[in-house]
């Protein structure tokens, strides 16, 4: 005589079961994800990591593990072949970055997708606060028309001179913009 088979305790059918798997996982990185300081604290991680800091340095500085950072950023990070952990030269994931614009106290966000964006805005931005300080030799080699998120970033010394005066009399002058990376 066949003797019957004890089902699973749980859910009864395999699209429950699933269901709720999936719910249950959704639910824990959801809000471990999308915490604004992981992601900004992520994109710090990363950011050191290419300047050529140790894992403990960027951790340390960076303030959060490296395996936060690949939960939040899976595809900036792959293993070598000696099977370490690295960081990739460069990521595709949007960050919300600020630049200065030419009126007092103003700022304009921009999308900058990926990496490679992100550098262009920040020494764009290094350009500018050298050009306060009378110095145009940065503006000067920085790429003309190099547009990010639909906004043509101004080379011209004119258009630079302004948004330096604008910086300058605002109360916050310049801003680090990669503190102020956030989530897109």
Known sequence: MAR????????SSKES?????????????LS?????????????????????????DAELQSGISRQGAQDIFPGAFFIDERGHLQV??????????????SKPGEFRWLR?????????????????????RGDFSLIDAFPRNVSVDGVRLPT???AISRIAAAA?????????????VGAA
């Open 4 to 11: 019957k088979r004890k089902r699973p305790a749980g859910p």
């Open 17 to 29: 079961r699933s269901a709720a798997k999936n719910r249950k996982r959704s639910s824990s990185s």
């Open 32 to 56: 471990r994800r999308d915490a604004p300081g992981n992601r900004a604290d992520g994109f710090s991680l990363l950011r050191h990591r290419r300047a050529g800091l140790p894992w403990a």
């Open 88 to 101: 990739r030269g460069y990521d595709r994931y949007t960050r919300q970055m600020k630049i200065s614009t």
């Open 112 to 132: 900058a997708r990926g990496s490679r964006q992100a550098s262009l805005v920040a020494t764009w931005s290094n350009a500018v606060k050298a050009a306060g």
């Open 156 to 158: 011209s010394h004119h």
């Open 168 to 180: 300058a009399e605002s109360d916050e002058p310049f801003e680090d913009i990669y503190s102020l």
